[in-house]
């Protein structure tokens, strides 16, 4: 009896263990607001800002955020930025606010987010906190109509690989990794008080239409799409030339090959005429030749985030282009009438 009570235990605590995976990000309607303005009021410039909330289960809630100050890159600044926060998390403690930190935000320019740096802080994040999500926010994006909101994580195949600092083609076939599994893009979910819910009723307006429909319904997006086409080129450019070095690199694996092949048949030629006069052969391998030292293949992870960077460009044309013939649609339609 004893011992199946003892398994019992062992077992539940095992299931303890056990980490549900997030499914969700619920976002106090506050917290999306501050962001918003925050972004919106240092666009264009690149904010970032700290989030805070709880992890329940599969689901982390964010209950909280406050900005961090724009500042030149320094040390001194940076460790006045770390008091920063720690202060600010100690003053919120003691007003019995939620001050667990569950993420960052961070506003961005067309979708341009998906960079190393973007993947350190991850990283840098994870060393402390077991699932933390980062928010991006894109101002340009909202002017159209749409609030361009998403919650992003890093993918567990992904960390593996970047804690090895192994991206050759051979790992990331093993791992079966693409470059669209790099990030994981986690749903959002928009809570709301009982007593705010109330309260946006009281202030709903008796018109159908809002602002943000007549925004929706703007013909000229012509400098959207222009930024769009020429982050676009950029990033062509920048995946050009890292199909260049992966050239390069392939170019001269194959004359190593070839030149060690060459050796390798002198060699054996030479063991043949040491042989025939009753010498001792000579190893078939030489470690101190420069030809036998292995050639360092270059890391794809710069070129799968360029190729990440590309499809998001293509999407948002393709969403927006796709939205601009609805209304033109529209717009003939009332002028036939």
Known sequence: MANS??????????????????????????????????????SPALVTGQLLGLDVGSVLEVTNCFPFPIREEDEEIEADGANYQLEMMRCLREVNVDN???GWYQSTILGSY????????????????????????????SNQGVLALKALKLSDSFMELYRANSFTGEK???????????????PIKVSNSALISAFMTELESDTPVTQCDYDRLQLSNNPYMERNMEFLIECMDDLSVEQQKFQFYYRSLSRQQAQQQAWLQKRRADNM???????????????????????????????FLITNQIANYCNQINGVSGQSFNRLYLMKSLHDN
């Open 5 to 42: 009570m003892a398994k019992s235990f062992l077992q539940v605590a095992a299931t303890e263990e056990v980490v549900s995976p997030l499914r969700v990000v619920q976002i106090e309607g506050l917290v999306i607001l501050k962001i918003i303005k925050h972004c919106k009021e240092f």
């Open 100 to 102: 667990n930190t569950v």
């Open 114 to 141: 998906q960079t190393v740096e973007l993947i350190e802080t991850f990283m840098n994040y994870q060393e402390n906190i077991r699932r933390c999500v980062c928010i991006i926010y894109d101002p340009s994006r």
């Open 172 to 186: 990331l076939r093993e791992k079966n990794l693409s470059w669209m599994d790099i990030f994981e893009e986690i």
């Open 273 to 303: 005429q040491r042989k025939a006069a009753g010498e001792d052969p000579l190893p078939e391998e030489d470690p101190s030749n420069p030809i036998f030292k292995p050639i360092p293949e270059p890391s794809r992870l710069e070129s």
